[in-house]
């Protein structure tokens, strides 16, 4: 009887353990900057399409310090020499009107960014990148996706 109370005894913790190992996931690498703020490590991918025979692409790009999309866009931009305008509108944001060569409104296309393949809802100046992501900005029509 002794031996039947161990094994179900034991039984009850190797099911919890293995229940609680099963809830637990491994955060992400996260490092403190300098102003204290925590960051995820995970690095990001960010492209600049200019055409669909024409794209520069940047890999494992670790974030230093909280970063929104536009502002990874004005350090890549600048540290590889890339002309980058830029407007300010007062109710709208910040919105990119040329990268490169290409300025919005030659042959009816303009850039837009998506993140992870999702075209989101507000301004790049906005858009607060947090790692992992898949950044692409490209030169293309406008789409209108809140139809």
Not at 43 to 61: A, C
Not at 74 to 96: C, F, P
Request: hydrophobic residues 40%; charged residues 20%.
């Amino acid at each position: 009887m002794k031996t039947f109370k161990f094994v179900i005894i034991a039984v009850v913790f190797f099911v919890a353990g293995f229940l609680l190992g099963q809830s637990y996931q491994i955060p992400p690498l996260v490092s403190i900057n300098d102003s204290g703020q925590e960051l995820n490590l995970e690095p990001i991918n960010y492209v600049l399409r200019f055409s669909d025979n024409n794209l520069t692409e940047y890999q494992n790009i670790v974030l230093t310090e909280k970063s929104t999309v536009l502002d990874l866009l004005k350090k890549i931009t600048e540290e590889n020499g890339i002309n980058l305008k830029t407007q300010d509108y007062e109710n709208l944001g910040t919105l990119v009107t040329a990268i490169g060569d290409k300025e919005n409104g030659q042959e009816n296309k303009y850039w837009q960014y998506l993140v992870d393949g999702q075209m989101p809802q507000v301004g790049a100046a906005s858009f607060l990148l947090s790692g992992g992501e898949n950044v692409e900005w490209s030169f293309m029509e406008f789409e209108d996706q809140s139809l």
